[in-house]
Structure formats: C-alpha cells, structure tokens
C-alpha cells in the first residue's frame, strides 16, 4: 500500500510539473516535441512498477541512461565513459564485499552460537556478529583464524535465553517456585476472607475461618519475606552466574575466534 | 510595476529602432537584440524561482530527480532555441532562425532516446519470447 501511495504521488507530481512545463513554453513551435518528451517521461513514471520487477537496479539504469547520454552531449569523450565505468566496477565490488561480510558475520554467528551453546549447555537467543574490514587493525586478530588481510570481528553481541532450566541454575530455578507459591497463598486468601470459597478446608467449617485466616496470613508474610530475600539471593546469584556465563563465553570466544573479551558483550533474556 | 518597465523599456526600444532604422539598419538590430537579451535576463530571475519551486516539489514527493532535470532542460533548449531564432529572425535571417529551432528540436528528441530506449527495453520484456 505504501508503494502504490508512492506511485501515485510520483505520477500525480510527474502531470503537474509537465502542464506547468507546457505553460512555460515560449512558442507553440516547440510546443509538439516538448509534449511528446514529457508524455514519454510520464509513461515512464507509469511503467516504472513494471521496471521495478524486471530490474532489481531500475533507477541505477535509469540514470547511467540519462548521464551516458548528458555526457555524450556535453562533450564528454571515451575518458569520461572509463571513468564512468570505473566508479561502476567500484560501487559493485563495494557492494559485493558488503554482502559477503554480512554473510560471513552471519555464518561465524551461527558456528559461535552453536559452540556457546554446546559448551554451556545454555540456550542462547542470538548472537550477533560485527565485522570491519581494517586491514591494519585487524592484524592481531588475523593470526588466529581468518586470512592475513580479510576481514576482522569487531564487535560481538551474546544474548542468553532467559535462563530457567539447565544444570547451573537448580538452585535459581527451586527459590523461584518459592518465591511464586506465597503468592498464591495470598490470593487464596483474600478470597477466603470474602467468599470463604476457594479454600476448602475454610469454607466447611465457617468458624474459625478468621483464625486460620490469621494463621495462614501470618504464614504467607513470613513465606513472602522469605521468598523475598530468597528473591534478593536469587537476583545476585544470577548476577554471579551471569558474570560467570559472560566469563565463560567471553573465555570461548577468545580460545576458539581470538576476538579479545572487551569486544564481546553478553546479555541475558531477561530484559525482554 | 514589473510590467510597466517592461512594456516601457520594448516601447523605448521601438521608437528608437523606428527613428535609426532610416540611417543605420545595423544599429536598430542591435538594439533590438540588446532589448531582447535584458527582457530576457530580467525573467530569467523570474523563471529561477519557478523551477526552484518545482524543485522542491519534486524532492518533497519523491519523483526522480532524474525526471526533473530532463524536464528542465527540455524547457532551457526550448528558451534558448526560441531567442536566438527570434533575433536572427529580427535581423530578417528566416532561414538560420529555422536552422536554431531545427537544433532546438533535435536535441529536445535527443534527451528523449533514452526514456524511448528503457521503454522499449520494458515492453520487450514483456512480451512472451
């Protein structure tokens, strides 16, 4: 929808310019080539969808048409279309080397994801991979594993999967079930305290419903406070573990890829 | 106020042309082509703000610049061709004034062949081989 909005405001744009052109003109001499080239640029502007399909790079032909031509016409000689050619062979080698550095980042991020993963024994979200191509810089990285003048990782981004199983984090996992059984204690019983419903053993026997409720009040605070702390011990164990994970990828990454730890950040699920 | 000046200053030119026609026939083409040219630098002020207002028009939409360009150059061949001929004409050279439009015309259809040459690239493609 968003093209065809574009289209439109192009081809509306394209009319107006042309009757304003038409009104410009000095004498009604040129008045049959003029509309016939401005007619010619408003099919153009109609069939450009249709160029777009056939042609990834349309409006770069497009405009080596047109500047070949101007060329041609300012005088420009064999130099000026070498040149041309030149800057041409130069913006696609430059965009050839981008794609295969894309590629390369994503494949070294694939193989790092999987040996993290395989090393840890943690699922890892993603893992992304920046690389530069600076041939001098990249010469203590470039002994390790990539060419003598390719191109070097700069920057590598580790996100962990939030983290609720695997064998390091037991003792996380089982604080976390404490920490999420008060609160439904609680929620029972403000229940209990107005409908008497939901827990059982209260509702039977109406009674003594304020002194349990008491009773199982005071039990689920201590359990809350407990789980609290227990929560505060969680967050700073997983805080250790973290700095511990990070260690541990940041160590991989430096024993199997040579990328030196201040490039590696590592960030956990959390977050999100 | 513009046109005042304008009308005044092709008045002045008129008369003047009328009185030294008689003696020096030189002298009154060149006034003419002198008159001809300030009229012609005065608008050409005039036709900047224009097309700068296309311009922006046409940055703010998103047409090709491409398009644009060719457009006005369209109209400078069309200007341009258009004054010299009328002057040639003036100085009653029928035949070089329909040489200038000549020109004029070819390279109006020049800056057409390559909008023709990608049209029927498009169309050729188009069509089942």
Known sequence: MDFLAEWLKEIIIVVLIAVFIDLLLPNRAMERYVKFVVSLLILLTLLSPVLRIFSSDAKQKIETAFAGNWSDQDGGNTANSTEAILLQGEQLRKQQEAEALQWAGEEAARQMKEQIERTTGLPVERVTVTLTEEKAASKKDADTKTEGTGPSIKQVEVVMREVSEGSEQAEAEESRKIEIQPVEKVKVDIDGGSEGSVNPSDSKNLDPVTESDDIQAREAMAETENAISSNREDQLEQRQLQSILEGKVEELLYREWGISPEFVTVKSGNGK | MEMIQIVGLGLVATVLILVIKEQKPLFAFLIAAC??????????????????????????????????????????????????????????????????????????????????????????????A
């Open chain 2, 35 to 128: 008159t001809g040219i300030y009229i012609f630098m005065y608008l050409i002020g005039k036709i900047g703000g224009i097309i700068e207002v296309l311009e922006h028009l046409a940055e703010s939409s998103g047409v090709q610049m491409i398009y644009l360009k060719t457009i006005l150059k369209i109209i400078g061949i069309a200007y341009i061709a258009e004054f010299g001929a009328q002057i040639v004409r003036d100085a009653g050279q029928e035949s070089i004034a329909s040489k200038i439009e000549l020109a004029g015309k070819v390279l109006i259809m020049v800056l057409a062949i390559p909008i023709i040459s990608i049209i029927i690239e498009t169309v050729i493609k188009l069509l089942p």
